[in-house]
């Protein structure tokens, strides 16, 4: 596993993005099944949790979502 890291990347524009990023398994894993499952229930569309908390509970951001990137080696 890699150290943390953070980048910060500065533009002029209406709305700021903010991205939490956490190493996955490799493609093909099993545990890439569970970690899909884990996404789409967490943040897939605007009924999903971390959405609903997000921007309709806490009012903070204008859209949230979250997801499994399995990349090939």
């Known amino acids: 596993m890699t150290s943390p890291s953070r980048k910060v990347m500065e533009s002029d524009v209406q709305n700021s993005t903010v991205m939490v990023v956490y190493p996955g398994v490799k493609n093909g894993e099993s545990d890439g099944y569970a970690l899909d499952l884990l996404g789409n229930v967490l943040g897939a569309g605007s009924s999903s949790r971390l959405y ?7 009012q903070f951001a204008t859209s949230a979502g979250a997801y499994n990137v399995a990349l090939k080696d």
């Open 52 to 58: 609903r908390q997000m921007v309709y509970t806490e």
